[in-house]
């Protein structure tokens, strides 16, 4: 039998109520800074497991894990620099995937084509690596790859 808070959090994800990234908008109203330290940990966390994944050979996975590798670091620059899919994502509660590629593409023109590498690898490997499971172990290493520099390079620019 599920606890209450249990019991909340898991209808809030049957109506699409992404309840993680409620708790860390809150946080941020509170203090900005925690929120986007907390993305980047989340982000360092989740590198940690694609990385784990892939070493036993789990394509699938690994690809997930990636994603939301690159989900988050979009996440935290957009409110770093307050962009307006931020300021949207603020507004409705939730972010969506064309708002987080949009943001994507607004932080690569800002801070380098290593944004926009890494999303594009992050969003292959949730759809042909994760849905659609059809990438091998090479083609998921290689995009990882990037995934692994945009990790990096957003670290210097969310603790600058």
Do not use: C
């Not at 926009?116 to 090479?138: M, Q, T």
């Amino acid at each position: 039998r599920l606890r209450p808070v249990e019991e909340l959090i898991r209808k809030a994800e049957e109506m699409g109520i992404n309840v993680e990234d409620l708790i860390l908008s809150a946080m941020s109203r509170l203090d900005p800074q925690a929120g986007i330290k907390t993305r980047l940990e989340l982000a360092e966390k989740y590198m940690s497991e694609a990385e784990g994944y892939l070493s036993k050979g789990d394509v699938v996975q690994s690809s997930e894990k990636a994603y939301k590798v690159a989900e988050e670091l979009v996440k935290a620059l957009a409110e770093k620099f307050n962009l307006p899919e931020h300021q949207q994502a603020v507004r409705e509660g939730r972010w969506y995937a064309y708002s987080l590629a949009s943001a994507a593409a607004r932080l690569s023109q800002r801070l380098g084509d290593w944004v926009r590498a890494g999303w594009s690898s992050a969003y292959v490997l949730h759809v042909w690596g994760f849905h659609e499971g059809r990438l091998d172990l090479e083609a998921v290493k290689v995009m990882l790859g990037d995934v692994k520099r945009m990790l990096e390079e957003a670290e210097k620019v969310l603790m600058a």
